[in-house]
């Protein structure tokens, strides 16, 4: 028995948890992430799909308690590790005009109610770096303060991380905001581990440098070509012949791991293209984007073309189903004249292939630029595994990711599947 306590891995929780990019990267870094709230039901399906061991409540965070997060998931009364969050933007803004004087009244206050409720070691928080200037700001400092008042220490010298300097071919900047228990050792922020790549920098790196990180190219440059494959204007899926992966591709690809991976082993196939469904353009927009510079805009769409042999631009999610439903946009793939398909997005977050999105493009989309690039997940959840003085291990059981008819529900569908039964 003692060994089995040996062996158990830290427990985690994820609010506000979308598809599930803190999740994963939590995992990857050596925690079991066993329950997460999400109000969004497609995001609910997705997350149930790609994590089965994970239990989501489909709720708001408003209306949660720590007690109904401990007893619906495995979690009971065991002690929580970290509770993470990667909250909405709009949980900065400030619910009703009468309480605009009180900023307990913006919704990120329930993530320090059920920190308090869950009284987890750690717990890290994550959003735009937006809301460190402004009303917004002011909101923050109450937040660090409230819980500074509660026995939680936090480093009030925040830091805004770019995804490009932990080995995402993507610029993502994101303010993390990080605390620990009293009796707990505050973590430290992760050093960076790569360079942006600049195209057209011909300038040698000094011994001292950091490696650049993987490029556009190499993030995508393996992925069988959509456009060849009529069956995905039909759907999202089909067998491909891929090529040959570059370092990064042969990690996202199962075909090798990190020495520092810890996450559960995935059933998949790999010659499945995933979360390719095609976008129809037109000839006068095709002309337009075979006609615009990589790395530039496109003067009409003002979608920008990506350069092979630099970085993505920040993905975005566009609005949800209550703000008009508001395509992002998205970017002009480097060699084909047209947009990059949803996997092409995740490989650019750092998604791993089996990884899989709603098969409409929408959701896709949604999913993809609304969550945390996992590998940045990670290394901040590698410093607060690091804090609770643990040693990470690789699980032996691998993992059946769940009924792939989670990723093909409506709206209607999903909110029944989820809210049909309260």
């Known amino acids: 028995m003692a060994h089995e306590m040996r062996k158990q891995r830290p427990i985690a929780v994820d609010l506000f948890a979308g598809a599930g990019g803190m999740t994963l990267g939590f995992e990857q870094a050596g925690f079991d992430v066993l329950a997460s709230v999400e109000i969004d039901p497609i995001h609910c399906a997705t997350h149930e799909f790609n994590f089965p061991g994970c239990f989501v409540l489909c709720k708001s965070v408003v209306d949660t308690t720590g007690e109904e997060i401990r007893n619906r998931s495995e979690i009971g009364d065991r002690e929580i590790h970290a509770v993470i969050c990667g909250s909405p933007c709009q949980g900065f803004s400030l619910i009703g005009k009468r309480a605009f004087d009180d900023p307990r009244n913006s919704l990120v206050f329930h993530f320090h109610r059920l920190v308090l409720e869950l009284k987890p070691k750690f717990f890290v928080m994550e959003n735009v770096r937006g809301i460190t200037v402004g009303e917004h700001k002011k909101i923050l400092q109450t937040l660090i303060s409230e819980f500074q008042n509660k026995g939680y220490q936090v480093e009030e010298k925040y830091q805004v991380l770019n995804a490009a300097h932990y080995g995402v071919p993507q610029s993502r900047e994101r303010l993390f905001l990080i605390g620990a228990r009293e009796d707990a050792e505050l973590p430290k922020y992760p050093q960076p581990i790569t360079q942006t790549a600049k195209p057209n920098d011909s300038a040698r790196q000094d011994s001292f440098a950091l490696p650049i990180g993987p490029t556009v190219r190499d993030a995508i440059g393996d992925l069988p070509e959509a456009e060849q494959y009529s069956e995905l204007l039909q759907r999202d899926w089909v067998v491909a012949e891929y090529g040959k992966p570059s370092n990064y591709t042969q990690i996202l690809r199962s075909i090798s791991t990190l020495a520092d991976d810890y996450s559960y082993q995935r059933e998949f196939d790999s010659r499945i293209l995933s979360s390719s469904l095609r976008t129809k353009h037109s000839p ?51 060699f084909t004249p047209r947009c990059i398909t949803v996997r092409e997005a995740a490989r650019l977050h750092s998604y791993p292939d089996w990884f899989r999105f709603h098969v409409t493009k929408w959701h896709g989309f949604r999913q993809v630029g609304n969550s945390v690039p996992p590998l940045l997940a990670k290394a901040v959840a590698a410093e607060i595994l690091r804090s609770l003085n643990v040693s990470a291990f690789k699980p032996s059981f691998r993992q059946q990711l769940g009924d792939e008819k989670l990723l093909q529900l409506n709206m209607s569908q999903a909110a029944q599947r989820y809210y049909g039964d309260c």
């Open 284 to 334: 006068t927009t095709i002309e337009r984007f075979a006609a615009t510079t990589q790395g530039e805009r496109e003067p009409i769409s003002r979608f920008h073309k990506l350069h092979p042999a630099g970085v993505c631009n920040t993905l975005r999610a566009g609005t949800d189903q209550y703000k008009g439903s508001f395509t992002s946009p998205r970017p002009i793939h480097p």
